[in-house]
């Protein structure tokens, strides 16, 4: 079992995660093309703080201040975010659909290694908030209207995995709880590297599902 | 009783209330100098979000596209705020504060002309979602840590409560059944006055409350 060092970086990484990506749902809501739209991601952006709240409250049961613990994760978040900003309302529901997909990938793996309460709480953060559904709907509806589209946004699809993946391993490298826990977890590199395989495999069937080549 | 145009009208203007003051406080949110302050932002705003939901099913269950029914009240709840941006953290929580307070005593004022049903709604999507303590204690902890700041938040609050004024008589000007039901409720144009000279006081204990002189 993971030490305490280590679950309370893993939960502070996922608590900042969902703050951002609040921010993100909250800012890119203001591009929907109609009010509807913007409602539905705001309403994403609500169940994200939801699941933060309950992260804290882990943290806080842990004896961590959420605030310190967050600290280290904000700029490779920031980071991924400023990198990766959507031009327009569809590139912001593919980064909203493909990042969760991504993340919620990478913690569900992670989860395996931890005590069956901590992947508990983990599994019920993950839970898709609707946007999966409501992303895939629009994006798939824009592309069938105006097919031109699906180059561009698939070029942006490769461009989150890809500064996802570069941010990852920034955190890895300056977090060594989190580098041995996964290691220790998928048995050796061989498993890490099994691990980003069936991320990215992951990765290609949600572009497909998007009607976009990964 | 108001008739259904009158009911419509009111929960519209105020679900685009909430959508805004969403928006609002997720924008206000990345101003703050904390990330705890930041969270707690976020979660008034995702209670925001939670009153729109409330309100956008009543008015589907009155026979309303929500998106239809809030579009003419859009117009002046946004001038309201292009027109009241805060300059930093604290006129965004001074606006939070005095401004969810306002809307909130309109509101109920309004909540006594209707049926029992909608003024419970109204009542319930009203409640304060933490945002008056939270402010508060922030406020006056940086007034007390600088006085100099209490001159220019006073400005800033009769501002608020002006342009408020303002977009109010706007939106009745345009839409008679919210005018009459005003007229009609209160009995006649004195009673308006009143209604008027009561939201104003209060705003003005809010202001005290703050140490502003309101």
């Known amino acids: 079992m993971p030490d305490d060092a280590a679950l309370i970086d893993l939960l502070a990484a996922l608590a900042y995660g969902e703050l951002s990506a609040f921010d993100r749902l909250a800012e890119d809501a203001r591009m929907a093309p109609s009010l509807s739209g ?4 705001a309403q994403m952006a609500a169940v994200e703080i939801g699941h933060y709240r309950l992260l804290a409250e882990r943290l806080i049961a842990l004896g961590a201040s959420p605030e310190e613990a967050m ?6 978040l920031e980071r991924f975010h400023a990198r990766t900003v959507p031009a327009d309302w569809l590139e912001g529901l593919v980064k909203a659909y493909v990042g969760d997909g991504l993340a919620a990938d990478f913690y ?3 989860a395996d290694f931890v005590d069956p309460a901590t992947r508990e709480l983990i599994l019920e953060v993950l839970a898709d908030a609707g946007s999966a559904a409501f992303a895939v709907r629009e994006v798939r509806a824009a592309i069938a209207a105006q097919p031109v589209l ?9 461009r989150l995995v890809g500064e996802a993946i570069s941010q990852t391993q920034h955190v890895l490298a300056e977090r060594d709880s989190l580098t ?3 290691i220790k977890g998928t048995g050796d590199l061989a498993g890490v590297a099994a691990l980003i395989k069936r ?3 992951r990765h290609s069937e949600r572009m497909a599902t998007l009607g976009l080549n990964g």
């Open 71 to 76: 600290a280290p994760f904000a700029p490779a």
């Open 180 to 182: 041995t826990l996964l």
């Open 199 to 201: 991320i990215t495999d």
């Open 38 to 41: 913007r409602a539905a991601l």
């Open 150 to 158: 699906a180059g561009r946004l698939a070029l942006w699809g490769r």
């Open 108 to 110: 569900r793996e992670i």
